[in-house]
């Protein structure tokens, strides 16, 4: 059982770290599972924003196995008078020279002779550090990376238009799940897309909010997926220590919107010899207007 001090919000986060114990203790899925985060069990924790969730917790996570299967290894060690360096735990296998025990052998065995089977661990992200009236410092531990090509149609007497085509390739490091990031990828490109094109904050007057609820806000839909959506991912291990090699990949990706963006502004610009100076977001009356704009040149 994992207690951790992330929250799962759909990003995968629990998966992910289920996955990060099975692999440091060498277990089976299957045995592991996570528990909702409550700070009576898991004091000091830090948001789960900036994708730091997999990051953070996935190291503490990596921490704590790491100090239980040096328990373990010590009582293997001694129980059948082998190294604790020639031992391995893999896959619910635990196998030494002359030696093969399932998981729960040793557990049970562990457990018999009054081994503590539990162990908590901490993680900070390390050599980071930022003043802020200087400009200096490091503010990051590492960089992700990304690229998107977009196609889009434009429709010149409404100013309407549509993604027709996207293919992106996004930097990952050694995904810890190439399917939840992949997803990620997915969603965060549709988000940076809606808030560039369709998301348009519109105030008063009197200073108030009016776009404010669904029927005056527009959030992009299903339908607002390109319906060719190719994502690959660029596994490059991470130069980084980070848990796995990986890289935090819910955010990021959102930048890559700004590709949707720029291709209804190149398409505008194919309407006339005049630069679009189109403003984000490029809702259908902004398109609209750029196009005259360019055409009336």
Known sequence: LINHGGTEMGQGLFQKLTQVAARSLGAQQAVIRASATDTSKVPNTSATAASSGADLNGMAVQ????????????????????KPEEITFAEGQITAPGLVLTWQEVIASAYEA???????????TPEIAWDRIKGAGRPFLYFAYGAAVTEVVIDTLTGENRILRCDVLHDTGTSLNPVLDIGQVEGAYVQGAGWLTTEELVWNAKGHL?????????????????????????????AEDTVGKSKAVGEPPFNLGISAFMAISHAISACGPAYPALNAPATAERVLMAVQRVQDV
């Open 210 to 238: 009016t776009t404010h609820a669904p029927s005056t806000y527009k959030i992009p839909a299903v339908s607002d997926r390109p319906p060719i959506f190719n994502v690959d991912l660029w596994t490059v291990p991470n």
């Open 114 to 124: 009054r081994i503590s089977l539990s162990a908590t661990g901490f993680y900070k």
């Open 63 to 82: 921490a704590a196995c790491d100090t239980l299967i040096g328990r373990l290894k010590d009582h293997v060690a001694a129980q059948h008078g082998v």
